[in-house]
């Protein structure tokens, strides 16, 4: 009986020395995977060092505010303030040298009066309707000043926007604070002689931009007179309409990006934004969004003068001039908010995920 349990006693320590035998072999297998792994990971990690991230977008938000906030007012001002001063001077020249034409007009619009004597419209649009091409003439000329001055505020934030994506590249993904004064030196001076370059240019720029303006006044008069402008009257109206609605869409367009016939990267700029309606940047909706607010607002102001009010702001073309700047000045306010609400969104995002990196 001793025997029997000496020999049970052995063959269970040697089936127990076996399992534990069979349990080491995988944890010995298992090493080299555990090494390969942590291999795999230093390397992906060396890897995001080595490769720097992508440049963030430039948007300078309070600065853009508050320029979209002077730009519709002063832009609104133009249009409803501007023609009280300036259209009855100028209708007293139009009386003195009048063309058949024009005392036709003023005899259509006195009928209009006339017969809508019971509901006489408010004093405030007595300049407006007083002269429709008075009016188009004022609009015009202070929207070229003010597209201008707007054209020429986003072509730099364009060219910082440019300037910040090659001294990001130039510096390898690092921020300023990691550079020595002596790279910070050299990415400022690449930097303003890069300014100096683009400033240069800035007088042949505007230059192919207003040419760009005319050309497509030329098409908008032509897409007017498709659209039910006349034919072979109210040829000042058509055209100055056609001049006003290129000034809202295509000189911003033209100025801060550049003639679309200047580059193949223009050219397929201009479609994307254009054509297939494509923004990508802040930048981008701010040209695109009141493009297509102003052609919109045109088109829908045009519906008012088919009715039979009898009034007499119902003259072609104010109708369809004031819808345009009315759906330009909402359409760039839809596009500072959209924009707004999307850099909010991807800073958020973006400190969250830096808050659990850190965090790890």
Known sequence: MAKKSKAAKAAAAESSSLNSTSNAKPSQKSSPSTSSGSGSAAKTKQLEQEVPPPPPTFFPFASYTATVGVHTTLLVFTALFLPQAVTPTLHELFESSSSSQRSGD??????????SLDRPQHPFLDALTLDPVATLICVCVGAALLQGWWGGWVRGWGVDYALRRSEYALQGGRPRGEMNKKEEKDAEVERRVERANVDGRKFANLLNAWLVTGAFALLFYAVLILFGAPLLSHI???ALLAVLLAVLTAFPASYALGSPTSSETTRFTWLRLFAEFDPH???ERALLYPAVGALVGAWAGAVPMALDWDRAWQTYPLPPLFG??????LASLGALTVSGVRFFAEEDMRMRREAAASGR
């Open 106 to 115: 003023a005899q259509g619009r006195t009928q209009a009066q006339q017969t």
């Open 236 to 238: 000042a109206h058509t």
């Open 281 to 283: 940047t802040p930048l």
């Open 324 to 329: 345009a700047v009315a759906g330009y000045v």
